[in-house]
Every structure is written in C-alpha cells, then in structure tokens.
C-alpha cells in the first residue's frame, strides 16, 4: 500500500506546453508539500499547503500553482514549460502533530522539457 | 541548500564505519532528519534527532548533535553494499512544517 503516490512518475513534454502531475497521501496526513530536485540533487522547498494555509517559497515562479481538491490530494500545476524546469518533483505529506512526525516522500515524477 | 552544508561524496570499504556529516545555521531548528535516496527512488526517512538530544541510536545508525557548533553526523556501522546510496540531512524550523535540505552526500561502499 503505497502511502504517498505521485502520477506519473515519467514526464516528458515539449517547452511552452501546460502539464499537471497528481500526488495522493493515503495516512491521513494535515499538509502537503512539493519539492524540486535539480539535476545536481538539490532539493528545494516548493509548497506547503493544509487547510489553513498555503506557504509559497518566494523563488518559485508563479507558473508553478498548488491545487487542492481535498485534503488527500496535492497536484501541481505548471503552465508555460521552459527547459529549466526539467527536474524530480517531489509530493510529500506529513501530520501537523505532534511536531516530530516526519515527512513521507512520493517516488518522485521526473519532468523533461524538450 | 545554502543553509544547510554535506560534503559531497564519502567512500568506504565494506564493513567499516561510515561518517557522514552535515552543518547548518539556523539555531531555531527544532528536529533533524538524515533521509536516504537511492537510485530512482524517493526519499526514505531513516532517522531523526530532536534538538535537545546529543545523541540517538537506532540499530547501526548512530546520530551525533553537537548544538553548539551546529553540527549533525550520522554514522553507519558496519556498512553494506546495500547502503550505497545519496544522504540528505534536513532541518525543521520553529516556524512551520517545511524542511531545509542540505546537498546530500553521496556514500559509495567498495567490497
């Protein structure tokens, strides 16, 4: 039973192009996030989103946009491909507390822009 | 992650001590994470530290915090093939959920 699962985990697309990856979390967590990690392995923060609130880090451009149809799903939309966005994309979730409960990481969806 | 510093590579022989070190800058940091990411795979949580502990061990992983010098070392005993893989370590702030990931290192072990 896959507790957090990411679709697709492949992606592969031409630039200008709109596209959207899905990320599902089967543990009943409260917040979701999305990660980005560049082809050199660093991972940065995208999103972090609970019923409250959204938490945008401030690098991300405004291509990139959470949407939440419930609270077991995350996707991320991202219109306008440009070759720089080719890279893993990450979904994890994790429980607002207590406060030592981890994150859950996805597989991953890796995304080449052509 | 700017804030948050691994050296690159590590590489050890079968069966001895692994070390794997990582320093960061915020003092706000409440817990630490080492995640382990192997080939096309995602991120496995293999252990945390919360900031008012020196140490954890959990089987052959030993989790050293020196608060002081912010600075956080996992060691892996008795490493194994099967260990070869990136080690992310990660900090969780005061303010909200979100995690600081450092570089990772990458951990070759030769037989």
């Known amino acids: 039973d896959t507790a957090v699962s990411q679709t697709p985990k492949y992606l592969v697309t031409q630039m200008g192009n709109d596209k959207s990856i899905k990320c599902e979390q089967n543990l009943g967590h409260d917040t979701m996030y999305w990660y980005k990690q560049d082809s050199k392995k660093f991972l940065k923060i995208m999103f972090s989103y609970n019923n409250k609130e959204l938490i945008i880090n401030e690098t991300v451009p405004n291509r990139f946009s959470p949407k939440s149809p419930d609270k077991a799903h995350l996707n991320l939309h991202i219109n306008s491909l440009e070759l720089g966005d080719s890279a893993v994309y990450f979904c994890a979730s994790s429980p607002d507390l207590p406060g030592n409960q981890p994150q859950h990481f996805g597989d991953g969806t890796r995304l080449s822009i052509l | 992650g700017e804030d948050v510093e691994q050296s690159l590579f590590l590489s050890v022989r079968e069966g001895d001590s692994s070390v794997i070190n990582c320093t960061y800058t915020?003092?706000?940091?409440?817990?630490l994470y080492w995640y382990k990411q192997e080939p096309g795979a995602g991120l496995q949580l293999l252990t945390y530290?919360?900031?008012?502990?020196d140490m954890k061990q959990d089987q052959r992983l030993t989790v050293l915090l020196n608060k002081k010098d912010k600075h956080l070392s996992l060691r892996i005993a008795d490493t194994q093939t099967g260990d070869s893989a990136i080690y992310f370590c990660?900090?969780?702030?005061?303010?909200?959920?979100?995690?600081?990931f450092g570089g990772g290192t990458r951990l070759m072990v030769k037989p």
């Open positions: 530290i919360f900031s008012n502990m």
């Open positions: 915020d003092s706000s940091s409440t817990y």
């Open positions: 990660a900090e969780r702030r005061n303010a909200g959920n979100m995690l600081t």
